[in-house]
């Protein structure tokens, strides 16, 4: 019997593939020849096509944001099936949702995972250095190829909305809103300082060989990859997220007086699944290439520094979304930007949620954030109906 | 439409680049936008009210009013504009020197404390006011700076700030009377300032 998907749900979805011949000419001076965008689409695209939103997704995102892929009842939707579908924010009856997996990412696109054309090996360490700008240079590639002149809007949370921003500086006349959700302009000293560690875990794994595991074949460095995101994912929540979640619970052994038993609380349980189910969907070279990316990222770098400058290049307007107690891309990140929004006469409308769900909360439905953000959309929905 | 609303836009130039402190749903904003052609930010801090704003395609900003508006630089707006929400600062003073400074005019709304009824009821019950514009009690209202219109007036002689317009409102038996009396009668009292 086929299986029957929640009515807000985008249901049944297929990754559609798309190879690009144009070369791409990339910020740190390379070129790339050509290469492969896995994408997939929500909704329909109108006859003037005006109505297409872009989604750019986070490190540990992909294409796959919505729907389902197969009947199986076991599977999950896509990572952001919280905003997508039908009557939620990015209402596939009225927009039509892209959403690519990045180049350097590693599930499908062209990355250290897949082989490179003029060698016919695996990337690996060899991929290029990519920097934001390349990435938003290939959805405009992608964009273009799609008939796309304009977005409705371009949306994404935590390195998402890096992306998001870039493009408003970049290419201001091609987009009409831009969704910034729990991001910043620059990565914190201290957020660098957690991708330090993440670079350490992986490099420290002795499988992961200089890069070069895929082509020995061998193991992959999946426990330094595994190490690498638990620590991640305790920046991502709260004290107090996972004192709610978790308290003092134990999974294994006993507090009890006269025992001697093997601790486990259910925490560390938590955070050995989030490692273990990381390393088997996610390869080694694209996360350390991304963390990178996100270090060297840096809004207003090259308007001397100055965001107020940076944006006077944008022509969009701005919904800006930040989460009190994210601790990872803090409020006062978002406040920045948005008061360099103001100083530069752009159009802006910040939130800041309450929530003690930490930097994840971008990606659950805490219904003032959904709430705000369908009436937000709403508004651009009806702004290209007219 | 309330009523203070169309006082007060034609007291904002067309074109104006306008701030609102305290915005509620953006009804004002809204308002200037339209038969003004002002745009601007509206700085709010209920989750419903800026929902409002929202819905209304209204900029909203999510902030508490403080001590100070350090977000916003010097003269970068036309006019600052704060409705009903004077009352509630902890500095009203400074609040006032901060709009003045952020904006190069400022336009205030506040209830005027000196209203007959509100005397009457201290005179008469003993009992701290609670009125139609005035509806919390003493303990719960989060209203804890009052004035008069004669002790606004004070503060602003004493800053040196120029009343550029002043408007009364008053309904039922005050209301034939604010203009000649407006410390007694005005129910409600709207300055428009500048430096």
């Known amino acids: 019997m086929p299986r029957v998907f929640p009515a807000d749900s985008v249901g049944l979805v297929k990754p559609q593939t798309m190879q690009i011949e144009q070369p791409l000419q990339l910020a740190c001076g390379q070129q790339m020849d050509g290469y492969r965008l896995v994408y997939e689409t929500y909704g329909r695209l109108n006859a003037d096509k005006t109505n297409a939103v872009l989604v750019c997704h986070a490190l540990s995102g992909h294409h796959h944001a919505a729907g389902y892929h197969s009947d199986d009842p076991r599977e999950k939707p896509g990572w952001w099936e919280a905003c997508i579908g039908p009557g939620k924010p990015l209402d596939t009856r009225r927009f039509y949702v892209v959403v690519p997996n990045n180049i350097g990412g590693c599930h499908g696109s062209s990355g250290p995972n897949t082989r490179n054309p003029a060698t016919g090996r695996y990337w690996g360490p060899d991929f290029p250095p990519l920097r934001f700008r390349d990435w938003v240079q290939s959805q405009r590639q992608l964009a273009d190829r799609l008939g796309i002149d304009c977005w409705a809007a371009i949306v994404g949370g935590s390195l998402g909305g890096m992306q998001a921003m870039r493009w408003a500086l970049e290419y201001p006349e091609r987009l009409r809103h831009a969704v910034v959700i729990a991001s910043a302009m620059a990565l914190t000293p201290l957020n660098i300082a957690f991708n330090a560690l993440a670079r350490q875990a992986i490099t420290a794994d002795p499988a992961f060989c200089g890069g070069r595991y895929l082509d020995q074949g061998g193991a992959r460095p999946d426990v330094g990859l595994a190490l690498a995101r638990m620590t991640a994912q305790v920046t991502y929540l709260s004290d107090s997220a996972f004192a709610q979640r978790f308290g003092r619970a134990l999974r294994q052994g006993s507090f009890a007086r006269g025992q001697v038993s093997e601790l486990q609380f259910e925490v560390e349980s938590y955070l050995d699944y989030k490692g273990k189910q990381f390393s088997a969907d996610f390869d080694a070279n694209s996360y350390l290439l991304i963390l990178r990316m996100l270090d060297f990222f840096d809004l207003a770098r090259e308007y001397d520094d100055d965001p107020v400058a940076a944006f006077s290049h944008a022509l969009c307007k701005f919904l800006v979304i930040s989460f009190s107690s994210d601790w990872r891309f803090l409020p006062e990140r978002s406040r920045e930007i948005t008061r360099a929004l103001i100083a530069a006469g752009r159009d802006v409308s910040h939130l800041e949620i309450a929530t003690d769900r930490g930097h994840d909360a971008f990606l659950l439905p805490l219904p003032r954030y959904i709430d705000a953000f369908a009436a937000y959309m709403r508004n651009v929905g009806d702004e290209i109906s007219q | ?195």
């Open chain 2, 1 to 195: 439409m309330r009523i203070d609303h169309r006082i007060i836009a034609p007291w904002v130039a067309p074109g104006s680049r306008v701030l609102d402190l305290g915005c509620g749903d953006g009804a004002l904003l809204a308002h200037l936008r339209e038969t003004r052609n002002a745009s601007g930010y509206g700085l709010e801090n209920s989750a419903e009210a800026i929902r409002g704003c929202v819905e209304r395609g209204i900029n909203v900003i999510e902030k508490s009013l403080e001590r100070e508006l350090d977000d916003f630089g010097d003269n970068s707006f036309d006019t600052v504009l704060m409705t009903f929400a004077l009352q509630v600062m902890k500095h009203p003073d400074i609040m006032l020197a901060e709009m003045l400074r952020v904006g190069r005019e400022c336009i205030i709304t506040f209830p005027n404390f000196g209203h007959l009824p509100v005397r009457l009821a201290l005179l008469f019950r003993g009992r701290m006011p609670v009125t139609r514009r005035l509806t919390y009690q003493w303990y719960d209202t989060p209203n804890i700076h009052f004035c008069t219109v004669a002790d606004f007036e004070a503060l602003c002689r004493a800053k040196g700030y120029r009343i550029r317009n002043r408007a009364m409102l008053s309904r039922g038996f005050s209301a034939p009377l604010k203009d000649l009396w407006p410390n007694l009668f005005a129910e409600t009292a709207v300055y428009h300032l500048s430096n």
